[in-house]
Structures are given as structure tokens and as C-alpha cells.
């Protein structure tokens, strides 16, 4: 039986041949490599504590690149190691503990079914419990649906887990996966639920945006209409004027009396007023109201802010100026003409984008108070990291967003006391010296 097609099995040659070109022909046929080898290319394969460790390393790697479609594994394959499956078949619910066969616990049964479902590509995870004469259906039912447990996550960032991150990832990137985290999960659920939904939002935005063919400038025209209005009947030109600037507007500040481009970072709306926080090269961090302005400022371009959303954060600032200040930005030069789309009232499509543009305010708007809830709430894991990167910038581990050559040490080190040995390791070598 074949599960696997040529390229698949060229693939799983070539990874398990160059993980044992160190063994000799002798080792290899003691080991029984041909036979390995040979179920591996047809994507067939065993997992158990009792196996060479690099034939458990060939395996793990060919399953989590979905190479391989079968494995007959023990426990230790649901342990400790992110390999999902789409099904997961247990044979039977009992296991040797040392002394006797007992049932699995509730805890072991929910990490073995875990691996069920392939995250970012299944929807659901199939499990199946072999039938067997010894163990009722009740029992089953029980062990299924037990509640008895909890399951807690021991991850915590490390300066190792520090540095590795810093060296295989953006910024933007470690941040998205620590705060999808199990331990993020536990410590601050609101956190997941909330960047979720605002992932949701960002992509109702751009499939409203297809409507005015993918035009910000359009869309803006549009929203600017339903703006005006809702004011003539409301009374509240500037307030609604104001709540169409989005965060990461760049504005020219010539309207709220300051000679230079200025970027959005902050919104917040109460009853019919809102107030911006924008952020400027000589004029720093700035406070704006809709009642302190007789005109609406006119926006010049967009600029997608840092993660993770911190206004208030110097560290955030910064960033946040150098994307204010960077070539090609439209802050460099506030005189630059721009051209603003207007609305043709024989668009034939003039209500649909109406329409379009209303849900557009809303969706902007739903965004900015998610995106402050997250800023009241930021990730425990996440500060934790950052508290971590500080700290290994000033004892030189780390310069911006790469490592040092100590960094790169410190990276190889796997051990809880991975930064006294690394310094132990530094103060060696020069002591040689």
C-alpha cells in the first residue's frame, strides 16, 4: 500500500537520508533502516519511545510537513510536540502503567484527541474509539465528556525563547503568535477574542472596499457624503467630519495650527464628540478634539501602525515617527497637492456604495474601540517579552529587532539558567585571552 505520490516520497528520502549520512552501512542494517525507509516513502509510519531518536526525528519532521499519512504511534508522539492530524484512531483505552493495565485518565484521552484537526486547515477533528469488549460504552461516554481536569499551559517566554523568536521572526509576527498562545489564552482571553475579531473586521473592510474598486480615496469621498449628511440633520459638522479619520491617518496639521504632517494614533468617540491623538516630528504627541477645529483636517495618506497597539508607549511613538518620517511617506513633503476623488451623483452604482460607505463608518469605528480595549488590556505574555527584550538589549544580547554575537549565544543555549551560563562562557573566553 502507497499513501504517498513521487514527489512525496523523493522528499522523504532525501530528509532521511541526509539525517543518517553519518551512520555506517553496518549501523543502518543493524537498525533496519531499509524497512523504515521503505514504509516511510509510502507514507507509512511508527512513533514510540522505544525507537532510535533520529528515527523519531525523521518521523516527526515528515509528519508535521504532512509527508506522512499513517503513523502507529504510543503517547509520546501527543506530547509536547505541535504535529496535528485531521483523525486521530485510538485502539483502546487502556495502558500499562507498571504494574497493570489501567483505563487512560481524562487528561490523557483529551491530549491524544487534541491533536485532532489541523489548525488553519480543518474546520473540525475526527476521533475514533475502537470498539472493545472489555470496556462499556458508559465508560466511554464518561472519559469523553468528563470535566475533571484542567488543562493548564506551562508556557512562559525565556531568553532563549527570546532571542530565537527575535532571530526566526518579525516583531510583528512574535507578537501575533504569543498572543494566540494557550498561556495568553488563560491570562488575558479577552485579548484572543478581540485581535480575532478585528482580523474579522479587517477583512469585511476590504471586501466593502471592492465596491468602490478597491479605492481608498473613493471610499473616503463617499463616507465624507454620508458625513455631511447626517451633520445638516444632526448639527454636528466637525464631529462627524472627525469620526472619518481612520488610526493611521497622516493629516496635515495646517488646520489645527501646526506646520507639519501629523499621524494618527489614537481615537476615542464619547457621545458626539471625538478626540484624536496624533504624534508629529517637532510638535511630539498632540491632543485634538472635534470641538477645538472649524475644518476638517485633510488627510494626505495611511500608514498601518505598529503591533503591538500601544499609543502610549514610547516605544510605540517612535516607531510610530519612524514611519511618519520614512522615504516615500506622504509626511515628507505637507504641500504636496492630493488629489480627492468625488462622488458622481449618475454613479450608477450610487446606492449600493452608500450603503457601502455606511458600513465602512461602522466597521472603522468598531475597529478603534477594539483596538483600545486591547490597549486596556494588553497580553501578560506579550509585556512579559517585552520586559525580556529590554532586558537583553541593555546587557547587549540583542540591538533593535536582531541579535549580537552574545545573542547569538545565548540562542544556542537550551537550559533554565541559559544567561548565567552565557556569561560564565564570556567571562571563559576572555579569561583565556
Known amino acids: 500500500m502507497t499513501l504517498t505520490t513521487q514527489d512525496e516520497a523523493d522528499r522523504i528520502a532525501q530528509i532521511a537520508d541526509r539525517a543518517v549520512e553519518s551512520f555506517s552501512d553496518d549501523d543502518l542494517a543493524a537498525l533496519g533502516y531499509s524497512k523504515f525507509a521503505d514504509l516511510l516513502e509510502r507514507g507509512i509510519a511508527a512513533h514510540h519511545a522505544g525507537m532510535v531518536p533520529i528515527f523519531k526525528e525523521i518521523v516527526e519532521r515528515c509528519f508535521a510537513l504532512g509527508l506522512i499519512k499513517i503513523v502507529f504511534a504510543t503517547e509520546t508522539l501527543a506530547v509536547g510536540v505541535n504535529m496535528p492530524a485531521r483523525t486521530v484512531v485510538i485502539d483502546r483505552l487502556t495502558k500499562y502503567d507498571g504494574t497493570s493495565h489501567v483505563m487512560i485518565k481524562p487528561s490523557d484521552y483529551s491530549q491524544l484527541t487534541g491533536r485532532a484537526g489541523r489548525r488553519g486547515i480543518d474546520t473540525t477533528g475526527t476521533a475514533f474509539v475502537v470498539w472493545e469488549p472489555f470496556v462499556s460504552f458508559d465508560a466511554v461516554h464518561q472519559l469523553v465528556t468528563s470535566k475533571a481536569f484542567h488543562l493548564s499551559s506551562s508556557f512562559r517566554p525565556t531568553y532563549n525563547m527570546a532571542t530565537n523568536l527575535i532571530a526566526t521572526t518579525s516583531e510583528v509576527q512574535a507578537t501575533h503568535l504569543l498572543n494566540l498562545s494557550l498561556a495568553q489564552f488563560q491570562s488575558a482571553r479577552d485579548v484572543v477574542h478581540l485581535q480575532a475579531r478585528i482580523g474579522r473586521l479587517e477583512l469585511q473592510r476590504q471586501r466593502l472596499l471592492h465596491e468602490f474598486e478597491d479605492s481608498e480615496e473613493l471610499a473616503h ?48 468617540e464619547r457621545k458626539s464628540k471625538v478626540r484624536l491623538t496624533l504624534i508629529g516630528t517637532r510638535a511630539g504627541v498632540v491632543h485634538v478634539s472635534s470641538d477645538d477645529v472649524t475644518l476638517r483636517p485633510r488627510v494626505l495618506g495611511h500608514h498601518d501602525l505598529p503591533h503591538p497597539y500601544s499609543p502610549t508607549s514610547s516605544t510605540f511613538q517612535e516607531r510610530a515617527l519612524e514611519l511618519l518620517n520614512h522615504r516615500g511617506s506622504p509626511a515628507r513633503d505637507v504641500q504636496t497637492p492630493v488629489v480627492e476623488a468625488t462622488v458622481d451623483d449618475d454613479d450608477p452604482r450610487y446606492r449600493e456604495r452608500m450603503r457601502a460607505a455606511k ?62 551560563i552565557e556569561s560564565v562562557v564570556c567571562i571563559m573566553c576572555l579569561t583565556s585571552m
Open 221 to 268: 469621498a463617499y463616507m465624507t457624503l454620508l458625513a455631511e449628511r447626517s451633520s445638516s440633520a444632526k448639527g454636528s459638522v466637525r464631529s462627524d467630519a472627525f469620526s472619518l479619520i481612520r488610526l493611521g491617518d497622516v493629516i496635515n496639521g495646517d488646520e489645527l495650527g501646526v506646520r507639519e504632517a501629523l499621524l494618527v494614533i489614537a481615537k476615542s
Open 359 to 420: 458600513d465602512l463608518v461602522k466597521v472603522d469605528s468598531d475597529r478603534v474601540k477594539l483596538l483600545d480595549q486591547i490597549d486596556k488590556s494588553q497580553g501578560a505574555i506579550v509585556a512579559r517579552f517585552r520586559a525580556l527584550q529590554r532586558l537583553l538589549t541593555d546587557h547587549e544580547f540583542v540591538e533593535g529587532w536582531s541579535l549580537t554575537q552574545k545573542g547569538e549565544v545565548l540562542r544556542s543555549i537550551f537550559h533554565e539558567c541559559d544567561l548565567v
